[in-house]
Structure formats: C-alpha cells, structure tokens
Antibody, heavy 118, light 113 residues
C-alpha cells in the first residue's frame, strides 16, 4: 500500500530556512508527480508546489515562489521542500501528496508541523 | 480567501441526506476541470473521497456521491452516519495563470446531530 512519511518540521525563526522530506513507498515513485500542500492551523488547505515525475518541471504557488524549492530524488524515493526566508504566515502543517493525472491528490502523508516564530 | 466557495457548515441527523456545494468560476470548474473531494477527520490527513467529479476510490462507501454542473459541484452524503462527522474540501484545477494552479475550497464542517 502507498505510504508517505514527512519529516523535518519544527520551530524556526523568521528569515531562517528549513528542509522537509517525504519518504515514499508502495508505488512506482518515478512515475508520478508529487506535491506539497499546507494547512494553516484551524484554516483550510493551500497547494504549495508540484514537481513532475522526472523532476523536469516544477511549479509553485505565488505565496512561496522565489523562497521555496521543491525537488525529488527518485533513487531514494524521496520528495523534498527547501524553505528559505520563512515568514510567520508560513506556519502550517505541510503534507506531501501523490499526484494523479486527473489533477487530484490520491494519497497524502500524515503531515509535519512547521512553526515560524521568534 | 479560497478560490472555491463552500458553506462553512452543514448538519443532519443520522440517516438523513446532506449536500455540500462548491462554487467556482469560469477559469476552474466552469472551464471544464473536474472537481475532487476530500474528507478530513479531526487530527488526520485529508483522504480522497471523490475524484473526477463523480468517481469513488476503492473502499469509499457508495453513500458518498459527487456531481458537477456549470461552475459548481456538489457532494452528497446519504444515510448520514456518526463517523461522517468531518471537514470536507473540494478541489479543482485553475487555468487563470500561465502555470499549473491547484485550488481548494474553504472547507465544510459536517455535524451529525
């Protein structure tokens, strides 16, 4: 069965950096686009970024463009999110999600909490 | 401010039918892009409930059904059960930008009375 496990969350000061990881198993990782989606405490869901199955294309939400970088290592079945110049408004639970050709997310990890605070 | 609009809450007694609306625009649902629905139980990750506007993944009870028309979509839950108490989100794809953009609704809390 599909399993996605995020790690790397924590408390960080504004302006600092953090890298999230997502270990994937149970499916052919290099055949699927992968996404990061975040959820602000008590609020809704916001799509953050996507990387194509082979890493050839990457797209970002305007709110993180220029600060966040999505990447993947298909040899390790792992997805990453490098977050730089973090802001208070980036505080959220970050989920990695497996993409589907139908523009939806068919499996989600359990999430990792990022708190940006001085 | 979410791109897709959902009612904040709906409620119903066990066994009743409830519906959740999801209203978009001509650049997402109205452009023909499918709507997908996710169920999020308290303290857990979202789970895919309906994809392609009307399809249920394996394991999702047939009490859940989806529909789409024009710039809107709906999720219906028939025979409401206590375990259906959760937050529900709709999601679609938006073509207003020159790059991919995946958009969500604001979420609807379903309460079983």
């Amino acid at each position: 069965q599909v399993h996605l496990v995020e790690s790397g969350g924590g408390v960080v000061q504004p302006g600092r950096s953090l890298r999230l990881s997502c270990a994937a198993s149970g499916f052919t990782f290099n055949s699927h686009g992968m996404h990061w989606v975040r959820q602000t405490p008590g609020k809704g869901l916001e799509w953050v970024a996507v990387v194509w199955h082979d890493g050839s294309n990457k797209y970002y939400a305007d709110s993180v463009k220029g600060r966040f970088t999505i990447s993947r290592d298909n040899s390790k079945n792992t997805l990453y999110l490098q977050m730089n110049n973090l802001r208070a408004e980036d505080t959220a639970v970050y989920f990695c999600a497996k993409g589907n050709l139908g523009h939806h997310f068919d499996y989600w990890g359990q999430g990792t909490l990022v708190t940006v605070s001085s | 401010q979410s791109v897709l609009t959902q009612p904040p809450s709906v409620s119903g007694a066990p066994g009743q039918r409830v519906t959740i609306s999801c209203t978009g625009t001509s650049s997402n649902i109205g452009a023909g892009f499918d709507v997908h629905w996710y169920q999020q139980l308290p303290g857990t990750a979202p789970k895919l409930l309906i994809f392609g506007s009307t399809n249920r993944p394996s394991g999702v009870p047939d009490r859940f059904s989806g529909s789409k028309s024009g710039t809107s979509a709906s999720l219906a839950i028939t025979g409401l059960q206590t375990e259906d108490e959760a937050e529900y989100y709709c999601q679609s794809f938006d073509s207003s930008l020159s790059v991919p953009n995946f958009v969500f609704g604001s979420g609807t809390k379903v309460t079983v009375l």
